[in-house]
């Protein structure tokens, strides 16, 4: 079993390991930055200041801090939902379609959906 931090963002529902969330902060704090890349929404001041990405459409009312590749940053969600423990075997392929980064490895079958199984790795290489 392992245990995932769920999330929605753009009207789907979404999950990620646990271990590597590392806390849930508030959107508020975004500073945008000027000719950013892609993905990228802004950053939250710190030291070091927290790239903050956003490739999954979020109107974003939440970032949820990763890491991942020896390296920390916020993705932006519309809201943290909870925890949810998962069998290694309920994760199902990664659906065929997506892009080059292929954010999402697995999908789950919930009982309101399909859980779409974030790849924090693959997050990563959206910096």
């Excluded at 929605?8 to 959107?27: E, F, K, W």
């Excluded at 990763?66 to 659906?95: K, N, S």
Aim: charged share 20%; hydrophobic share 45%.
């Amino acid at each position: 079993m392992t245990t995932m931090v769920c999330f929605r963002a753009a009207g789907a529902a979404y999950c990620l390991p646990l271990q590597a969330a590392r806390s849930v902060r508030t959107a508020a704090d975004v500073i945008p930055l000027p000719d950013t890349a892609a993905d990228v929404a802004g950053i939250i001041p710190g030291d070091p200041p927290l790239t903050v990405i956003s490739p999954l459409n979020a109107s974003g009312r939440h970032i949820l801090v990763i890491e991942a590749q020896g390296q920390a940053f916020g993705l932006l969600v519309d809201r943290v939902t909870g925890l949810r423990r998962v069998d290694a075997d309920d994760i199902r392929p990664a659906p065929k379609g997506q892009g080059r980064h292929r954010l999402v490895s697995g999908t789950i079958d919930a009982d309101d959906g399909i859980v779409f199984v974030a790849d924090p790795t693959a997050l990563a290489g959206r910096l």
